[in-house]
């Protein structure tokens, strides 16, 4: 079957923003304005093989926009995304029961659509209900266990945990919050179908109790920017341990570009791993977290203004960036 045929084939939302995530990725900028101009994934998938102008989009992007979908193997496509079904995912898209309204706060840079498997009702709940924690991938004993304890206090509050899945912080996280509740979100940054080397014990373990999430299609390799997918989802982005220009700070910029709560944990001065999360408290853009009631406190204050937030249309008040600085 030819790429034509077999988009003009496809009558579901849902398959549609399926496909079109396979084929380009949620930031692409094209594929944000197509969908926006379109009104949905059916009839942006429809501009994807016609001739017609997308509005603000020039003729030369609009035509090497429609050249990924002509030269897009579908045949992969459908055997990916016929696979994550057969495994037990989820493709969630906007308007359904489950779909997180915080993310509308990314504006154009929102994703197409979701992968989960899991609880996905965890996330149906306001952002004020989740905390999330980000960090180095190679952490020092004491950020490892700072983490680990942050997670545990969160769970027993009866709050989500929200950690990307990583080694270093994001396990510490991870394993804190699986000792008190089963309200854990594992956001991935590739197809939940992909193996992470030494942390599949972890998400066998997520996927049984709590939620795995990822806006990467089944097949898809790693990506850079999925942080702004914890960011939004979570009232508070809590900076444990991290570098500057790493993917935590990037995280915890997005959740300020998103109107959320950003926290960080002093660490020793010395400590190049603490040198980030250190620069935050000094320039004032994070608040001071030494436990989980400072968490907490800040999720309980700002809970109104948070929920507010996510729930308001368009793009936030500064323009949101998934821009990926080097990673650490």
């Not at 609880?119 to 905390?131: F, G, I, K």
């Amino acid at each position: 079957m030819e790429n034509r045929e077999f988009y003009e084939s496809i009558t579901s939302e849902r398959m549609a923003r399926a496909v079109i995530a396979s084929v380009v990725p949620s930031e692409d900028s094209t594929t944000a304005t197509a969908l926006h101009h379109a009104g949905n994934g059916l009839e942006a998938l429809r501009l994807a093989v016609g001739d017609d102008p997308i509005p603000s989009v020039g003729a030369p992007h609009a035509l090497l926009w429609r050249r990924r979908f002509d030269i897009a193997d579908i045949d992969t496509i459908r055997t990916n995304l016929d696979h994550g079904e057969a495994e037990g995912q989820q493709v969630l898209i906007p308007g359904d029961p489950d779909w997180p309204a915080s993310l509308a706060v990314l504006g154009r840079l929102a994703p197409i659509a979701l992968w989960a498997q899991g609880d996905t009702s965890l996330l149906a709940d306001p952002p004020a209900s989740r905390a999330a924690f980000v960090g180095g991938s190679e952490c020092s004993p004491y950020g490892f266990e700072v983490a680990s304890d942050l997670a545990e206090w969160i769970g027993a509050d009866g709050r989500a945990v929200v950690a990307m899945h990583e080694t270093g912080i994001a396990e510490a996280v991870t394993l804190g919050g699986l000792r008190n509740t089963n309200k854990v979100i594992t956001v991935l940054p590739h197809g939940l179908d992909q193996e992470t080397d030494g942390l599949d014990y972890l998400r066998n373990k997520v996927a049984g109790v709590g939620l795995l999430v990822t806006d990467r299609p089944p097949g898809a390799p790693l990506s850079t920017r999925s942080h702004r997918i914890l960011a939004a989802l979570a009232g508070v982005t809590t900076v444990v341990e991290a570098q500057p220009r790493s993917d935590a700070m990037m995280a915890a910029s997005i959740a300020r570009d998103c109107g959320r709560e950003v926290g960080a944990v002093p660490g020793r001065v010395t400590d190049k791993a603490s040198a980030g999360n250190n620069e935050l408290l000094r320039q004032g853009g994070a608040r001071l977290v030494a436990d989980g009631s400072d968490i907490a406190d800040l999720l309980d204050r700002n809970s109104y203004r948070i929920d507010m937030y996510a729930l308001m249309s368009g793009a936030p008040h500064r323009e949101v960036s998934a821009a990926s600085g080097p990673r650490r």
